[in-house]
């Protein structure tokens, strides 16, 4: 609710944390439906992959997070923000498997 009402109030823009939405218990494509739903624009995606417990910070093609179906529905939604690879080893892995799914989307 607080960045919906911020969002209301100012120009502003939202980061969406991928790996944390998930620890904190979120489901990432519902919690994104839901601030597009309330005119909430995202302007930034934290990426990186967890157990779904621990803030592992894994590259995107380690853990339980399905990072294509994600993405897949957020290129669908024509969000095309500033994507950040949030961890610290295998970013050539994330690096290819992001691109591959941009060009999927062609």
């Not at 590259?59 to 939604?77: C, E, M, P, Q, R």
């Amino acid at each position: 609710e607080c960045i919906v009402d911020i969002s209301k109030k100012f120009e502003s823009y939202a980061t969406v944390d991928i790996g944390h939405a998930v620890v904190n218990g979120y489901e990432p494509i519902s919690f994104i439906s839901n601030l597009l739903q309330n005119n909430v624009k995202i302007d930034c995606f934290h990426l990186h992959n967890n157990d779904g417990v621990k803030d592992l910070h894994y590259d995107l093609t380690a853990g339980i997070i399905d990072y294509k179906k994600i993405l897949d529905f957020v290129f669908s939604n024509q969000i095309f923000g500033h994507f950040v690879f949030e961890h610290w080893t295998n970013n050539l892995i994330s690096k290819r498997y992001f691109e591959d799914i941009l060009k999927s989307q062609k």
